[in-house]
Protein backbone atom coordinates (compact mmCIF):
# COMPACT_ATOMS: atom_id res chain seq x y z
CA UNK A 1 0.00 0.00 0.00
CA UNK A 2 1.14 3.36 -1.07
CA UNK A 3 1.38 6.44 1.56
CA UNK A 4 0.49 9.75 0.44
CA UNK A 5 2.53 12.50 0.71
CA UNK A 6 -0.61 15.15 1.44
CA UNK A 7 1.77 18.34 0.75
CA UNK A 8 2.72 17.06 -2.57
CA UNK A 9 0.27 14.47 -3.92
CA UNK A 10 -1.23 16.14 -6.58
CA UNK A 11 -5.06 14.88 -6.43
CA UNK A 12 -5.00 17.41 -2.97
CA UNK A 13 -6.65 20.83 -3.55
CA UNK A 14 -5.99 24.11 -1.54
CA UNK A 15 -8.59 22.91 0.56
CA UNK A 16 -7.36 20.37 1.57
CA UNK A 17 -3.82 21.61 2.08
CA UNK A 18 -5.85 24.63 3.69
CA UNK A 19 -7.42 22.02 6.79
CA UNK A 20 -3.94 20.05 7.34
CA UNK A 21 -2.37 23.56 8.08
CA UNK A 22 -5.06 24.14 10.61
CA UNK A 23 -4.85 20.88 11.86
CA UNK A 24 -0.87 20.87 12.37
CA UNK A 25 -1.60 24.26 14.21
CA UNK A 26 -3.92 22.90 16.98
CA UNK A 27 -2.05 20.10 17.29
CA UNK A 28 0.85 22.62 18.23
CA UNK A 29 -1.07 24.69 20.22
CA UNK A 30 -2.54 21.91 22.10
CA UNK A 31 0.94 20.83 22.97
CA UNK A 32 2.25 24.48 23.88
CA UNK A 33 -0.74 24.64 26.30
CA UNK A 34 -0.21 21.22 27.92
CA UNK A 35 3.67 22.34 28.47
CA UNK A 36 2.05 25.55 30.61
CA UNK A 37 -0.40 23.52 32.12
CA UNK A 38 2.24 21.51 34.03
CA UNK A 39 4.65 24.87 34.61
CA UNK A 40 1.11 26.33 36.67
CA UNK A 41 1.40 26.30 40.28
CA UNK A 42 -1.91 27.12 42.18
CA UNK A 43 -0.81 28.52 45.68
CA UNK A 44 -3.23 27.81 48.40
CA UNK A 45 -5.34 30.57 50.21
CA UNK A 46 -2.91 32.18 52.42
CA UNK A 47 -2.95 31.77 56.29
CA UNK A 48 -2.65 34.58 58.76
CA UNK A 49 1.06 34.07 59.03
CA UNK A 50 0.81 34.08 54.86
CA UNK A 51 -0.81 38.00 55.16
CA UNK A 52 1.92 39.16 57.81
CA UNK A 53 4.90 38.19 55.93
CA UNK A 54 3.04 39.84 52.88
CA UNK A 55 2.25 43.07 54.67
CA UNK A 56 5.64 43.21 56.29
CA UNK A 57 7.55 42.34 52.60
CA UNK A 58 5.50 45.65 51.88
CA UNK A 59 6.75 47.50 54.57
CA UNK A 60 4.37 50.15 55.94
CA UNK A 61 6.64 53.13 55.40
CA UNK A 62 4.82 55.53 57.61
CA UNK A 63 4.32 55.32 61.33
CA UNK A 64 0.11 54.08 62.26
CA UNK A 65 -1.52 55.12 65.53
CA UNK A 66 -4.15 53.24 66.59
CA UNK A 67 -6.22 51.47 69.57
CA UNK A 68 -4.49 47.91 70.77
CA UNK A 69 -8.25 46.75 73.06
CA UNK A 70 -7.91 43.98 75.30
CA UNK A 71 -10.55 41.82 75.86
CA UNK A 72 -10.21 39.75 79.10
CA UNK A 73 -12.59 36.99 79.75
CA UNK A 74 -11.91 34.36 82.26
CA UNK A 75 -9.03 32.40 83.50
CA UNK A 76 -9.30 28.76 83.98
CA UNK A 77 -7.21 25.80 86.77
CA UNK A 78 -5.18 28.62 88.55
CA UNK A 79 -3.30 27.15 91.27
CA UNK A 80 -5.13 28.61 94.47
CA UNK A 81 -2.33 30.82 96.76
CA UNK A 82 -4.72 30.61 99.45
CA UNK A 83 -4.76 27.12 100.89
CA UNK A 84 -5.86 28.28 104.46
CA UNK A 85 -7.67 31.19 104.47
CA UNK A 86 -10.29 29.90 101.60
CA UNK A 87 -10.05 31.10 97.95
CA UNK A 88 -8.53 33.50 95.97
CA UNK A 89 -9.54 37.35 94.52
CA UNK A 90 -7.58 37.57 91.21
CA UNK A 91 -6.83 40.37 89.26
CA UNK A 92 -5.11 40.86 86.37
CA UNK A 93 -2.54 43.89 85.71
CA UNK A 94 -1.90 44.49 81.95
CA UNK A 95 1.24 46.39 80.42
CA UNK A 96 1.75 47.45 77.21
CA UNK A 97 5.17 49.09 77.26
CA UNK A 98 5.33 51.83 79.47
CA UNK A 99 1.06 51.84 80.00
CA UNK A 100 -0.26 49.46 82.63
CA UNK A 101 -3.93 48.64 83.44
CA UNK A 102 -5.76 46.86 86.03
CA UNK A 103 -8.71 44.66 85.76
CA UNK A 104 -11.48 44.57 88.93
CA UNK A 105 -10.45 42.04 91.70
CA UNK A 106 -12.69 38.86 91.44
CA UNK A 107 -13.64 38.55 94.91
CA UNK A 108 -13.83 34.89 95.91
CA UNK A 109 -13.45 33.31 92.26
CA UNK A 110 -11.06 30.75 93.39
CA UNK A 111 -9.77 29.31 90.53
CA UNK A 112 -11.59 30.53 87.84
CA UNK A 113 -12.16 34.82 87.97
CA UNK A 114 -14.61 35.76 85.34
CA UNK A 115 -13.65 39.36 84.30
CA UNK A 116 -15.83 40.39 81.25
CA UNK A 117 -13.94 43.37 80.85
CA UNK A 118 -12.71 45.78 77.90
CA UNK A 119 -8.83 47.21 78.32
CA UNK A 120 -7.27 49.97 75.60
CA UNK A 121 -3.79 51.05 74.88
CA UNK A 122 -2.51 53.44 72.49
CA UNK A 123 0.20 51.98 69.98
CA UNK A 124 1.96 52.47 67.53
CA UNK A 125 3.40 50.63 64.61
CA UNK A 126 6.65 50.31 64.05
CA UNK A 127 7.19 51.75 67.22
CA UNK A 128 11.28 51.22 68.84
CA UNK A 129 10.72 52.89 71.82
CA UNK A 130 9.43 52.23 75.31
CA UNK A 131 11.57 48.60 75.33
CA UNK A 132 9.46 44.67 75.42
CA UNK A 133 9.33 44.66 71.73
CA UNK A 134 5.52 44.17 71.10
CA UNK A 135 4.50 42.45 74.63
CA UNK A 136 1.63 42.38 76.14
CA UNK A 137 2.00 41.35 79.52
CA UNK A 138 -0.46 40.30 81.64
CA UNK A 139 0.35 39.27 85.69
CA UNK A 140 -2.43 37.58 87.50
CA UNK A 141 -2.21 38.54 91.24
CA UNK A 142 -4.74 37.25 94.23
CA UNK A 143 -5.80 40.52 96.29
CA UNK A 144 -4.99 39.94 99.68
CA UNK A 145 -6.23 42.51 102.54
CA UNK A 146 -3.79 42.71 105.14
CA UNK A 147 -0.31 41.48 103.12
CA UNK A 148 1.23 41.93 99.79
CA UNK A 149 -0.96 40.53 97.14
CA UNK A 150 0.46 37.10 95.93
CA UNK A 151 1.87 36.37 92.55
CA UNK A 152 -0.03 33.62 90.84
CA UNK A 153 1.49 33.59 87.48
CA UNK A 154 1.96 35.76 83.86
CA UNK A 155 1.07 35.27 80.55
CA UNK A 156 2.58 37.16 77.37
CA UNK A 157 1.11 37.74 74.28
CA UNK A 158 3.22 38.94 71.18
CA UNK A 159 1.35 41.30 69.25
CA UNK A 160 3.33 42.32 66.66
CA UNK A 161 1.59 40.53 63.82
CA UNK A 162 -2.28 42.11 64.94
CA UNK A 163 -0.37 45.31 64.41
CA UNK A 164 1.00 44.50 61.01
CA UNK A 165 -2.65 43.40 59.96
CA UNK A 166 -4.31 46.12 61.55
CA UNK A 167 -1.95 48.44 60.14
CA UNK A 168 -2.60 47.45 56.69
CA UNK A 169 -6.37 46.13 56.54
CA UNK A 170 -7.64 49.63 58.46
CA UNK A 171 -8.73 47.27 61.63
CA UNK A 172 -7.40 43.88 62.44
CA UNK A 173 -9.64 41.18 65.32
CA UNK A 174 -8.85 37.89 67.27
CA UNK A 175 -10.99 36.62 68.93
CA UNK A 176 -10.92 35.32 72.21
CA UNK A 177 -7.99 32.77 72.88
CA UNK A 178 -6.36 30.84 75.30
CA UNK A 179 -3.06 31.53 76.62
CA UNK A 180 -1.05 29.73 79.23
CA UNK A 181 -0.60 30.91 82.63
CA UNK A 182 2.87 30.27 83.86
CA UNK A 183 3.94 30.16 87.46
CA UNK A 184 7.01 31.71 89.41
CA UNK A 185 8.62 28.11 88.99
CA UNK A 186 8.03 28.32 85.31
CA UNK A 187 5.15 25.74 85.23
CA UNK A 188 2.22 25.46 84.17
CA UNK A 189 -0.24 27.51 86.15
CA UNK A 190 -3.89 27.24 84.21
CA UNK A 191 -5.12 29.50 81.38
CA UNK A 192 -6.48 33.02 80.89
CA UNK A 193 -9.04 33.60 77.82
CA UNK A 194 -8.05 37.03 75.78
CA UNK A 195 -9.16 38.57 72.79
CA UNK A 196 -7.63 41.49 71.52
CA UNK A 197 -8.13 43.98 68.24
CA UNK A 198 -6.05 46.99 66.87
CA UNK A 199 -7.57 49.50 65.26
CA UNK A 200 -5.76 52.78 63.64
CA UNK A 201 -6.63 56.02 64.17
CA UNK A 202 -6.36 58.25 61.18
Given amino acids: MQVMDPLTSPKIGGNHLFCYALLFILIASHVSLSASARELKVEPKGSVKDLVQSSKATKIKRTVNGLLEVVLVDAKGLKDTERFSGGMDPYVMIKYKTQERNSPVAKGAGSKPVWNKRF?????????????????ILKLMDKDSFTADDFIGETVIYVED????????GKYQMLPTKYRVVGSNKKYNGEIRVGLSFTPIR
Fill in 120 to 136: SFRVQYPDYAGGNGYKL
Fill in 162 to 169: LLVLGAEK
